[in-house]
């Protein structure tokens, strides 16, 4: 009962959170980018001439927000999303062999890696500025979220899939 207890505790961390960055700071801060999207939303990365507009546009007040609320929750996030998927990923894998349902759980893990790797390099961008920026700073930056989108999503796809076998053993067993 307490395992169970810790589950969903930890996907209401990770759903809060993530609906704080949803409704809260990704809006202010593409508000304060004139409606530029923020480094974290662009899954399949960005060139240095993008990375300098975006910060050019980016006012003082949206920098600092970027830097101490949006990234304060990112050292979070990262964490519980891949722990609240690797669980649920263990979970479903209760009837595979040991080395299979491991593998499978810790799929999560190189995302979670990237997505802080991508913060400390997003952090180096704001904290450099437009024309402070290098394309060695931003390819790497981009490199990160490049790596975090696909692994995320490998996560989810690998969640989905034993998500619908799941309910339809469920189906199965219970003759529907």
């Known amino acids: 009962m307490r395992a169970k207890f810790l589950f969903w505790f930890t996907i209401s961390v990770t759903a809060s959170l993530y609906g704080a960055m949803a409704v809260w700071t990704l809006p202010t801060i593409i508000n304060e980018a004139k409606g530029l999207w923020p480094f974290d939303l662009r899954l399949t990365g960005y060139g240095f001439d993008e990375a300098r507009e975006f910060l050019a546009a980016l006012s003082d007040k949206g920098a600092d927000f970027y830097l101490n609320v949006q990234q304060r929750l990112d050292r979070y996030f990262p964490f519980f999303l891949a722990l609240s998927t690797g669980w649920a990923i263990f979970l479903l894998t209760s009837d595979m062999a040991p080395r299979r349902r491991t593998l499978l759980t810790i799929i999560p893990i190189p995302g979670m890696i990237f997505d802080y790797m991508e913060n400390a390099h997003v952090a180096g961008l704001l904290t450099a500025g437009p024309n402070n ?44």
């Open 133 to 176: 920026i290098t394309p060695q700073m931003v390819e790497l930056a981009s490199f990160y979220s490049r790596l975090k989108s696909g692994y995320i999503t490998l996560a989810f796809v690998v969640l989905l899939i034993l998500g619908i076998k799941w309910w339809m053993q469920r189906r199965q067993e219970n003759g529907v």
